[in-house]
């Protein structure tokens, strides 16, 4: 598992870097266009919140206590 984690976050970082010096830089209209890596960081906080946010919509409109057959009879 610490493995898996680990691998991601090199992988995230050599993504970064190769952004950083081999994308075009190009006329930034605003100020976070000019931050070096902010879209691939803005991909990955967003992930993890619609993660966070699915797992709590499942919790409250999927899971069901254990014995939720039993009480209906």
Not at 19 to 40: G, N, S, Y
Not at 42 to 67: C, D, E, P
């Amino acid at each position: 598992m610490r493995k898996d984690i680990l691998s991601a976050v090199i992988i995230c970082i050599v993504l970064g870097m190769m952004e950083i010096f081999f994308v075009h830089p190009h006329e930034a209209h605003f100020f976070w266009q000019k931050v070096p890596c902010f879209f691939m960081f803005l991909g990955i906080m967003g992930s993890i919140v619609f993660m966070f946010f699915a797992k709590f919509l499942g919790k409250v409109f999927l899971y069901r206590k254990t014995n939720y057959y039993k009480e209906s009879e």
